[in-house]
């Protein structure tokens, strides 16, 4: 009995040594999990690298190669006209009125002013390959003449009586002597002349700008681009819009504060820098307040108003730009607008001035302009045709045209000179490839030459003339297609 209860309790100490060893296997004592937890971790500070700078240190300018445009467009904007040849060892003359006779037939320059400020209101287009000389060049020819003739020695007159078209064939030079009139009226006038020009109407009638309405003047204004053109002038300008005295009091603000521009004491000039209305949307007189002051002064400043590529505004009968309603917008519902149709019908004028429009061949013909210029009839039931536009530029007169015509051969020679001594036409010695006969066909005396001989040349003169003929045959004497057909040394 005694035995039996002490095998009970020896195996009832064995169960339970066993269950405390499994339960040790199930919670670890290991000093990782009976250690405290850690509190919240913050993270170390930032330290801002020190970077050393060399402020004498001049930056390297990106020399590339590679350009986005073609090659006709690459040659004019990355300034190829630095690697031309320097033109002083020719002595040309500088454009004139005074010796206009004098330098009929011969290659000029302008003066240096005159040629930026041509520039600079964008009288040199595209595409006429002044970047292969170091200045801008033109050719006196029978066109200028008569330019100067019948426009520029009226500019004295009222501009209702001076109102004139360039027409003619694509490359015969109408923007070229857009810039020739500007420069002689310069010649004539100095700095006591106004040169109002667009380069480009298309860009306020295509849709691409902004544009808003003006309460104060019932037109559309449209502020990026008549900002721009508003400080062209007054760059190109700047002379005599500084003898131009305000004609009233005005008040304007901008960025600085209120200006109280007196009568008598501020002039043109120091308004057209410091007033921003002409980059505003809202109320404004600031173009008004600008035109009435060309035209009381025009008795004594003449007025040059000039528009090339004229017969874009009338490419289509409105514009691209629409009303509230989404009615189109026609051209002369645009402040600019405006006062281009008025000074083409002769509503609006200037008492010294003259109107000197030029259309351009790219943009094809417009039945709307030439029925205004009388070229074609009016024909009531045409669609494409705006005949309230037409009408109007017949009114007072009407606007004369001025044909152009091509170079003469002896005017195609002297340019084709200057383009030889400028460095810029190719003359290739091309070699000659002789007759191989047969020894019994040969004339007596003849000798028979053998494969790899030296080949003779031909006489360089003789290439000259002979791409002369060639080049002046094939052009028709038409200065643009005369300049590609010779080859130019890029």
Known sequence: MLRSAFSKTL?????QAASLQGTNRCFSVSAVQLAKPLGKLVPAAKVKAKVKVN??????SKKSGMTPYDFKDAVRTLKFETYAKDLSDLNLSELSAANLAELKDKIVTFESRVDGQIELMGGYKKYQHHELFKQHCSMVTDNTVQIHESFVKKLDGSSKDNRACLLGPKGVGKSTLLSQAQALARSQYGSDLVLLHIAEPELFVQG?????LNPTLKLFHQPMFTKRWIKKLRDVNEDVFKKMPLLKDVTFTNKKGVHNYKKGQNNLHEYLVNCHDFGIVGPSEAFKFFIEHLQTYSKDFPVLFSVDNVNAIFEKQFTNYFHKDMTPIHYSEFEIGSLIKQLMSGEFSFAKGGVLLSE?????????LKVGLKLQDLDPYAEDLD??????MMQNGGINTIALTNLSKPQARTLMEFWNESGVLQIRDYATKPNFKRPEDLAEGARIMKVGEFVNEMDPVEMYEKKLEKTYFVSGGNPGVFLKNNVLNY
């Not at 195996?11 to 169960?15: H, K, L, N, P, Y």
Request: cysteine-free.
């Open 11 to 15: 195996a009832a100490s064995r169960f």
């Open 387 to 392: 005949h309230p536009e037409a009408v109007s």
């Open 360 to 368: 351009s061949s790219d943009l094809g013909q417009s039945k709307t």
């Open 208 to 212: 691409f700008s902004d544009y808003a």
């Open 55 to 60: 402020h004498n240190k001049k930056e390297k």
